[in-house]
């Protein structure tokens, strides 16, 4: 067995560091001394004029970002938010989203980072959940204005009592609760507010298994591990350029976007909306050496006719996951662009898992999710919770190390219960095997998710939303083979009245109207006279997956 990382035995619940091992971790290298903007501050001073951020039609240097995060940190603390406020980013991936992100750490403020296509219902269950003082958004947001926005919370009974209003230039518009503006700021200190690598700075949702979508605390420390391993494994420097197509609030886009920019010390781009065709233009124009896109993204790019017309030589690692990565499409990008394509293994509550490297071979990269990441004590599970590690699985993973960083999900003791194994571990929600070198291949699903565009979705979430329809009397959400997006959502619905009728049309706008987000709607709706019971009483879902060809066909 390879010793970069360690296999471990029963300890005791919900572990966390000791002083001795945080220590240990800051000189290892995994975590960082100083905070992220404190290294912001150290890139304004060293290349003032050399961009940082791309994207959304603005552009930041360096010195323009570091200004923007002191402009906007002291509209926050002048507005009076109390150092370890909650603060909704409802923002576009792009230059101002990572302002903001860094004003938030410099005024000692919690991000609660909300993805931009969240829909009301998520919206206002994340702002209550994280009892959000202030709501930043743009002006518009998707043809809404934020005065509208705040009024959509307020009939939700949120908390939140100020609105940030951020226009296409950074410039951001403070209002009260009741709309009054408050009045422009006199320069504020900012000194001891700021927050630390190790201290909760940012709360992200996940879709999780059941019902509406919880936050995952996290520190920065987290991400610096991350980025060390990335930085082993793909050789990342200064010269990189990055491009990140992956949301801001979420692991992949915090590290590819928010961290390995300034750790390095490089320019990163985002793109408006992503377009196939856009994205590889980009390439092509900024001369990016490191994408980072979901699964979905790079197949799409793949079928783009101007995969083979443009020149995509800068690019030499594209990053990519969230769902399973093919391994012919992705020897089939590696042919055509000379880049190579490489994985992390992971989660937004436990960081990195396992990771494929440069130095992997062929055959291992592009069959497995890589080796155990360095620091990572890794046990496995059976179905009854006991300790199956040195089998090598299948079971389920659960690891504990420099990335366990956080204490797990904010203000949710009984998901945090169900997130820990016996030993301490954070669990991930696959099954696994692991090899003697330390290998990790993903042989099962232990969550009841669908995985559509790199997106979780709760299967639970979904039936609970459709089930609330006043013709639906049973519902089964289950996923359907796409091959682009990996997975669809189909829902298999009986009827109250089964001389009743249901189409997915009524279905979806039945669900816009209840505020529900777009990527929870179902694809597919199958009617079925009677739902196929275990005999527990429960819908009986083995076989209406292995059923689903044959209903889709006579739906």
């Known amino acids: 067995m390879s010793d970069h990382y360690a296999m471990t035995g029963p300890a005791s619940r919900s572990w966390s560091p ?17 905070a992220l903007g404190e290294l912001v501050r150290q890139r304004a001073a060293a290349m003032s004029d050399r961009i940082a951020y791309i994207g959304g039609g603005a552009q930041l240097s ?56 969240a829909g009301d219902r998520e919206l206002a269950h994340l702002v209550a959940r994280t009892e959000a003082a202030m709501l930043i958004c743009m002006a518009v947001h998707r043809g809404r204005t934020a005065a ?14 100020l609105v940030g209003e951020l226009d296409a230039d950074g410039a951001l518009l403070v209002r009260s609760h009741d709309g009054t503006t408050l009045p422009a700021a006199e320069p504020v200190s900012l000194d001891g507010r700021a927050v630390g690598p190790g201290d909760l700075w940012l709360l992200n949702s996940t879709s999780g298994t059941t019902g509406l979508p919880k936050c995952v605390r996290q520190t920065q420390n987290r991400w610096f591990y991350l980025l060390r391993i990335a ?14 197509l992956v949301p801001g609030p979420f692991g992949f886009g915090l590290w590819s ?33 490191v994408l980072a ?146 290998y990790v291949r993903i042989v099962g699903r232990k ?6 565009g790199g997106k979780n979705i709760s299967a639970a979430s979904v039936e609970a939303d459709v089930a609330s329809h006043p013709a639906v009397d049973m519902v089964a959400a289950l996923p ?18 089964r001389s009743g009728t249901l189409t997915l049309p009524d279905l979806v706008e039945f669900l816009t109207a209840r505020g529900v987000s777009k990527e929870y709607f179902p694809e597919y709706l199958v009617i079925v006279d009677e739902m196929p019971q275990s005999m527990g009483a429960k819908i009986a879902k083995s076989e209406l997956k292995a059923r689903l060809t044959e209903l889709l066909a006579r739906s």
């Open 18 to 34: 000791s002083d001795e091992e945080r220590r240990r971790y800051v000189e290892q290298g995994w975590w960082s001394s100083v």
């Open 62 to 117: 360096w010195a323009q970002y570091d200004a923007a995060g002191d402009r906007l940190a002291g509209q926050f603390v002048a507005a009076g938010l109390a150092p370890g406020s909650p603060v909704a980013v409802y923002l576009p991936d792009g230059p101002w989203l990572h302002a903001v992100y860094l004003a938030c750490e410099r005024a000692g403020l919690v991000i609660v980072g909300i993805p931009e296509r």
């Open 148 to 161: 509208q926005l705040a009024d959509t919370l307020a009939a939700a009974g949120s908390s939140v009592r």
């Open 231 to 244: 930085e082993r494994a793909s050789r990342l420097s200064g010269a990189d350029v990055f491009m990140s």
């Open 257 to 289: 976007a928010h961290f390995a920019p300034v750790v390095f010390g490089a320019p990163c781009l985002h793109l408006d909306r992503f377009h196939a065709d856009t994205a590889l233009r980009a390439v092509a124009e900024h001369r990016v050496s």
């Open 293 to 438: 896109c979901v699964t979905t993204q790079f197949q799409l790019m793949l079928s783009s006719p101007l995969i083979d017309e443009l020149d995509l030589s800068s690019l030499r690692v594209l990053y990519t996951g969230g769902e399973a990565v093919p391994a012919e499409r992705a020897r089939e990008w590696e042919r055509r662009t000379g880049s190579t394509v490489l994985q992390f293994y992971g989660s937004n509550e436990i960081g990195p898992f396992s990771c494929t490297a440069l130095t992997d071979s062929d055959e291992l990269r592009l069959s497995t999710v890589g080796r155990i990441v360095d620091g990572l004590e890794v046990t496995i599970y059976d179905e009854d919770g006991r300790d199956i590690t040195a089998t090598g699985g299948p079971g389920q993973p659960g690891g504990r190390g420099p990335g366990l960083v956080g204490g797990g999900y904010w203000n949710d003791d009984e998901a945090n219960a169900a997130l820990y194994g016996a030993d301490g571990s954070l669990l991930m929600p696959d099954l696994v095997t692991i090899d003697e070198a330390g």
């Open 447 to 452: 969550s009841d998710i669908i995985i559509r």
């Open 480 to 497: 359907v083979h796409d091959a682009v997006f990996g997975e669809r959502v189909c829902a298999v619905v009986s009827l109250r009245d």
